[in-house]
């Protein structure tokens, strides 16, 4: 069974760094496309990066193109998503996603963003 337990959401000041951590659980992580949502109070939840099983191909929207960057560390089974250059639009619960099947499928419990301006 896949697990996900994300890490690293915190209160920081616009212009601030953080880098959100998802370990997964389960022996064929390095198998699955992975990705980065996010879900601010009062609006649906919105993709936010992605990133393929070996790490050959990622996207992003394009509200943090060119400020966050998705990466994985497969041998660590280890999805990050360094976020640069915080915006007070850029808070909300931040959760990681494996697309074991055909979409994605498995989920974690979140973990909460706040930027301050």
């Known amino acids: 069974q896949v697990q996900l337990a994300e890490s690293g959401g915190g209160l920081v000041q616009a212009g601030g760094s953080l880098r959100l951590s998802c370990i997964i659980s389960?022996?064929?992580?390095?198998?699955?496309?992975m990705g980065w949502f996010r879900q601010a109070p009062g609006k649906e939840r919105e993709f936010v990066a992605f990133i393929n099983w070996n790490g050959g191909i990622t996207s992003y929207a394009d509200s943090v193109k060119g400020r966050f960057t998705i990466s994985r560390d497969n041998a660590q089974n280890t999805v990050y998503l360094q976020m640069n250059s915080l915006k007070p639009g850029d808070a909300a619960v931040y959760s990681c996603a494996a697309r074991t099947t055909g979409v994605f499928d498995v989920w974690g419990q979140g973990t909460q963003v706040t930027v301050s301006s």
């Open positions: 389960g022996r064929t992580f390095s198998t699955y496309d």
